[in-house]
Structures are given as structure tokens and as C-alpha cells.
């Protein structure tokens, strides 16, 4: 991994310093006894960003926010979508693993598809409905709940879900804990390369000793506060797989939402986990 040089880091830190506290205005002083930097080397970063209209030195020889870094944060937010590095991540599965992979994101009680990408095998395939249930289809946004937050949840959808319903989402749910992503399978009966219908067996766990046909994986993506805000999901499987090869598959799509939570939100505090 490459090291940050030393002199980024500092830049990077000031910086820093004054997107967290847009509204404020900081001395030399306080800026030195905040960050912990040198009189010497404090004051030449600043005076260069200062300079590059990144900060504004007032009268009173205070430092607050340039327009130069206001402006480049208005236009970045005004084209700032998660699906610049979405679709990247999932044509990459797509044509890894010769399946659909959709970007699910929720609203109300429902999951929205977002995006789409197919591989060679499902080009021209469309799902059968840009909108599915939450319960369960989306119970990939349910995992980072507590068992009371989840049955509460489960308790205020209408119309209510059947027994059988709930306990779908209760597997789903435990499966994803244990392995951070969601596999559905296939009901016994069906075919290879059979009509996608909504239809699917919930599983808590696999039987390494077995060959699968899955209806679906799906992994989350979560904010700083664990809310899951995005869910990858691939489907359209087209022949039987082993455990490891689930797994594997699992393992991919964890990575790919890794690197776009990382995008969208970045790096996790080490002192917070």
C-alpha cells in the first residue's frame, strides 16, 4: 500500500480542519493547537492556500473557507453520484460471473432498481419490475437491525406478512449476519435458465456438501451510521454451484460494496470500530 507523503498529509489536514467547521474562523494559534503542526510549517500551508483561494484570510488575520474550495464543493456535489463507481463495480461482476446485477435502493416499502448491468448471457433481459416488496425481496436492508428493531419492523407492514413471510426474513436476515450478503435460492423444482418468477427459498445457512442454483445474492451498503442506503445484487444464475463457489461469489460482491461505501463515505474510523 502507498504511503501518504508526509507534506499531503498535512495539507490534507488543514483542509479538513475547515470543511468540519465551515462556519468558523481560525487563528494561526488555534489552528497550530488544533492540528498539532509546527508555527513555521503552518503558516506556509496556509499562506499557499491562501494564495490558491482553497482559504480566505480575513482583516483581523483570521482564516475561513475560500471561494475556490466552495466552488469546487458546489460543483462536486451538484455531479456527485455513487453510481459513477456503481457501474464500474458492476459491470465487473457482471461479466466475472455471467449474471445480472442490479443496484437496489429502498423507498418506502419498497426496493427501487437503479442500475443495471447484464452479461453476455442476459443482454437484452429486463427485470420483470423496476420495484419489488421490501419483505422480504429486501431484506438485505433489514440486516444491521436488532431482533426487537426487526420484529417491529415486521409488525407494521400492511398488509401483514404471513408467518411463513416473516420467517423468510428472519433466515435471510441471520444468513446475512453471519456471511455480510444475502443468498436465496432457487425453489427445488426449477429448471436451468427457467422464467425468472418471484419466487425463492430464504435460507439461514448452506450445505457445504451440496450444489446450489441461486435465485439471487445481494450484499449491502451502509453509511456512517450502519443505515444500509444501497444493495448490489446478482441473479440470473445459469448453472448449479458449489458452496465455495457461493462463497467466492459472496466474497466478490462484499468487496465491490466495500469499495463503494468506502466512495460514497469514506474510510471507517479505526477508533470507532
Not at 487563528?27 to 506556509?44: D, E, F, G
Not at 473557507?65 to 456535489?77: E, R
Not at 407492514?157 to 420467517?167: F, Q, Y
Not at 433466515?171 to 455480510?180: I, P, Q
Request: net charge neutral.
Amino acid at each position: 500500500m502507498t504511503r501518504q507523503s508526509p507534506a499531503v498529509g498535512r495539507i490534507v489536514s488543514v483542509l479538513n480542519f475547515f470543511v468540519e467547521h465551515p462556519q468558523q474562523a481560525f487563528t494561526l494559534t488555534q489552528i497550530v493547537n488544533s492540528l498539532r503542526l509546527s508555527r513555521a510549517t503552518c503558516h506556509a500551508l496556509l499562506m499557499s492556500l491562501v494564495e490558491a483561494d482553497y482559504l480566505y484570510r480575513n482583516p483581523d488575520k483570521s482564516y475561513v473557507l475560500g471561494p475556490a474550495l466552495i466552488s469546487l464543493a458546489v460543483n462536486a456535489q451538484q455531479y456527485f453520484t455513487p453510481f459513477t463507481v456503481a457501474r464500474q463495480e458492476m459491470r465487473a461482476l457482471a461479466d466475472e460471473l455471467d449474471v445480472l446485477v442490479t443496484a437496489l435502493a429502498p423507498e418506502g416499502d419498497e426496493v427501487v432498481v437503479r442500475e443495471r448491468a447484464a452479461s453476455r448471457t442476459n443482454l437484452g433481459w429486463m427485470p420483470p419490475t423496476p420495484r419489488y416488496p421490501i419483505y422480504p425481496w429486501g431484506s438485505v436492508f433489514l440486516m444491521p437491525l436488532p431482533d426487537e428493531e426487526l420484529e417491529a419492523e415486521l409488525d407494521r407492514i400492511k398488509p401483514p406478512l404471513s408467518t411463513d413471510g416473516r420467517e423468510d426474513v428472519r433466515k435471510a436476515v441471520r444468513f446475512g449476519r453471519r456471511h455480510d450478503f444475502i443468498a436465496v435460492l432457487a425453489p427445488d423444482h426449477e429448471e436451468l435458465a427457467r422464467e425468472w418468477r418471484p419466487s425463492g427459498r430464504f435460507i439461514e445457512d448452506l450445505d457445504p456438501g451440496q450444489k446450489h442454483l441461486l435465485r439471487f445474492l445481494a450484499a449491502p451498503v451502509a453509511d456512517q451510521r450502519g443505515r444500509v442506503v444501497l444493495a448490489l445484487t446478482l441473479s440470473r444464475f445459469t448453472q448449479v454451484m458449489s458452496y465455495d463457489e457461493i462463497m467466492e461469489a459472496g466474497r466478490r460482491l462484499r468487496a465491490a460494496c466495500e469499495r463503494l461505501r468506502t466512495f460514497m463515505f469514506g474510510k471507517p474510523d479505526p477508533q470507532a470500530l
